[in-house]
């Protein structure tokens, strides 16, 4: 769960703005059949059996439209739901619930798409050491949301943006010159307490970032034969983590080779959406 201060320092802004992209002067539709605010209710229903995520949010949403609205959950973020379920009831202004309808509802199947493929992945890996990592590949502004769906489907975040945490890739080596190079100058500019992780693609380089002292060593794009030599040469000199075409079927082989972190791209560019619906709106009055 999202906590209350974390959401109106980080989160609310991304959902006005939301807001505001479906909303530019007024909701013409609500305001020619409800001329008149008045209180209301609506079903929040599954329609496909998933991992609920953004409930907090869902209901954030109509907070921001009405402060009055409340709603009543019958099931919390990373709870199994099953098509046909009420996950819960919003209680509000009628206008708030049938302007924010769309926004909320938007983020709530796309975190619970992600929550419900996270799931499955991470199950995949039941029984073994390596663990499940998220990238930065992100739906642009749906950044927080879509890092929060991984936990709660049960994955770690990897580093949550360029501030957070330094990661050497192809052109940093390039800009450098070097793998050697990129490790000796990122020691240098980075703070001491900061992890060195840098991305290679041949046997080669990974045998230079092991001399030049890497703290973690990316295998990037190899084959599971040369993934396997890699992890021998290594031999926990530094942390591990398998990069690129990663999906649900290649998941057990590759905990198998005894790689300590796997990340997947897929699990917040590709997962497709939880159906959810809200229905039966009625006036309370």
């Known amino acids: 769960m999202i906590n209350g201060v974390t959401m109106k320092i980080n989160v609310d802004d991304y ?44 209901e954030r949403t109509f907070k921001i439209l009405d402060d009055n609205s409340r709603f ?20 509000g202004d009628i206008k708030a619930i049938l302007s924010g309808e769309r926004t909320a509802l938007n983020y709530l199947q796309r975190m619970s798409g992600i929550a419900t493929m996270t799931r499955e992945y ?20 749906m950044r927080p949301f879509e890092k929060h769906a991984v936990t709660v489907g049960g994955a770690t975040n ?11 890739k ?25 992890k060195i992780e840098i991305e290679t693609e041949t046997l080669d380089q990974v045998q230079e970032a092991i001399d030049a002292g890497a703290d973690i060593i990316m295998l990037d794009n190899m084959d599971n034969d040369t993934m396997r030599k890699a992890v021998e040469m290594i031999g926990g000199r530094a942390e591990t983590e398998c990069s690129g075409n990663v999906n649900k079927a290649r998941l057990k082989e590759i905990a198998e080779i005894g790689v300590d972190f796997v990340s997947c791209g ?13 229905k039966n709106l009625a006036p309370l009055d």
Request: hydrophobic residues 40%.
């Open 15 to 58: 959902i006005i703005n939301t807001l505001k992209e479906d909303i530019t002067s007024e909701d013409v539709s609500t305001n020619a059949v409800m001329p008149e605010n008045k209180n209301g209710k609506a079903d929040l229903i599954c329609k496909q059996d998933g991992i609920v995520c953004g409930l907090d949010v869902f």
């Open 72 to 91: 009543e959950a019958n099931f919390k973020d990373g709870d199994a739901v099953k098509k046909g379920d009420l996950i819960g009831v919003i209680y």
């Open 122 to 141: 991470v199950n995949e890996l039941a029984g073994y050491k390596t663990v499940l990592l998220d990238t930065r590949k992100t739906t642009p502004n």
């Open 158 to 168: 990897h580093r949550y943006n360029l501030s957070d945490g330094v990661l050497l």
């Open 170 to 194: 192809d052109n940093h080596i390039g800009a450098a010159g070097s793998v050697t190079k990129a490790i000796k100058m990122a020691k240098a500019y980075a703070p001491f307490v900061r």
């Open 266 to 278: 897929a699990l917040t560019h590709s997962a497709p959406i939880m159906d959810v619906s809200l």
